[in-house]
């Protein structure tokens, strides 16, 4: 195992402390989440009474892997936390997620829990939003459309593509990754973006993250806002 999925380990695994029993859990997506469902996996095994509520096809397929047991939002108003890996984590905890894909409902089990716990190794912490392409999930139905009017904001849209297709979301819908270069005013693009007909979800999580568990692959620190 190479350092940076040591950190992801090491950073997933140390979130499940913050689950508590009966909790109502936000499962986000992608590999540093594979390691805190793991090991939620092994609590559940030893007692932990909770459910979740997957972010991804992925994800659910992974908490039946190991057994956390999942719900959905037709039987649970609020969850209690959610945890979830990212992209780029700025130093005011604005972050850039939706590399998986998995933007759309990475935000809504964000809006709907009461705290959110950001997983990441270190190269994800940055000083300034941006280097890393901004996913935003668009319809299908004129995409092209959709790509030229954020193209008007200063981007470079590129159509997601996976295995020379274009991806398809789990909603069903494209992603555009979108070089915005140095995002300043996260709050304020995301407004730009979220208004532009066919724009589904944007990957920039404003104000929305509460703790920040980042590692380098030895040790782990907790950041809270
Ligand atoms: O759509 C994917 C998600 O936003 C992921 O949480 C994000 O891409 C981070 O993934 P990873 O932990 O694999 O770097």
Redesign the pocket.
């Known amino acids: 195992m190479n350092d940076m999925d040591k950190a ?1 380990k090491l950073a997933g695994e140390e979130a499940v402390h913050y689950v508590k029993n009966e909790m109502k859990v936000g499962l ?6 594979y390691w805190m469902i793991r090991k939620l996996g092994e609590l559940v095994q030893q007692g932990l009474d909770i459910e979740g509520i997957p972010s991804s096809n992925q994800t659910a397929q992974w908490a039946k892997d190991f057994g956390v047991p999942l719900t959905d939002f037709s039987k649970v108003a609020q969850l209690d936390i959610t945890i ?4 780029e984590v700025d130093r005011d905890f604005h972050l850039i ?7 759309f409902r ?1 935000k809504v089990i964000a809006m709907a829990a009461k705290e959110l716990i950001i997983i990441v190794d270190k190269s994800k912490l940055v000083p300034h939003l941006g280097s890393y392409p901004l996913p935003v999930e668009v319809l299908p139905f004129g995409w092209e459309v959709t790509a030229k009017n954020i193209a008007l904001l200063g981007a470079q849209p590129i159509i997601r593509k996976k295995d020379e297709q274009i991806f398809v979301s789990d909603n069903g819908n494209y992603i555009l990754d979108c070089s915005f270069g140095e995002i300043n005013d996260p709050k304020k693009l995301h407004k730009q973006l979220i208004q532009l007909v066919g724009v589904v979800e944007t ?1 920039l999580f404003v104000n929305m993250a509460n703790t920040v568990i980042v590692s380098n692959g030895s040790e782990v620190e907790v950041i809270t806002s």
């Open positions: 992801k986000g997506s992608g590999s540093t989440v979830d890996g990212a992209d997620k939706g590399g998986g894909g998995a933007l990475e990957g």
